[in-house]
Nanobody, 118 residues
Framework: VQLQASGGGLVQAGGSLRLSCAAS????????MGWFRRAPGKEREFVAA??????YYAASVKGRFTISRDNAKNTVELRMNSLKPEDSAVYYC??????????????WGEGTLVTVSS
């Protein structure tokens, strides 16, 4: 299984970015998928997840980020609006596993860097 994230980059505060993650090796159409991030000097944190029952977001991104999936393409996308400097991090996509109090994935992709300038 491979998860390939793309779409990171440099953006000014208030701007938008769209991250995409393409999965290969198996189909995740009936599995949870999501995003995490790790900022410099901080632990990795949950950002968003999408499961059969709905979508879930960290409080810090709710209302600004939107997660979606395209089962036909085996991809998951994260649209990020109203970006803030504190959103700067390496973003990782993840797949499978389950969502309980937070998301517990099985598979991890390599990250894509998002930098938000003030």
């Amino acid at each position: 299984v491979q998860l390939q994230a793309s779409g990171g980059g440099l953006v000014q505060a208030g701007g938008s970015l769209r991250l995409s993650c393409a999965a290969s090796g198996r189909t995740f159409s009936k599995s949870a998928m999501g995003w995490f991030r790790r900022a410099p000097g901080k632990e990795r944190e949950f950002v968003a997840a999408i499961t059969w029952s709905g979508t879930y977001y960290a409080a810090s991104v709710k209302g600004r980020f939107t997660i979606s999936r395209d089962n036909a393409k085996n991809t998951v996308e994260l649209r990020m609006n109203s970006l803030k400097p504190e959103d700067s991090a390496v973003y990782y996509c993840a797949a499978d596993g389950y969502y309980g109090s937070t998301y517990y994935p099985i598979y991890w992709g390599e990250g894509t860097l998002v930098t938000v300038s003030s």
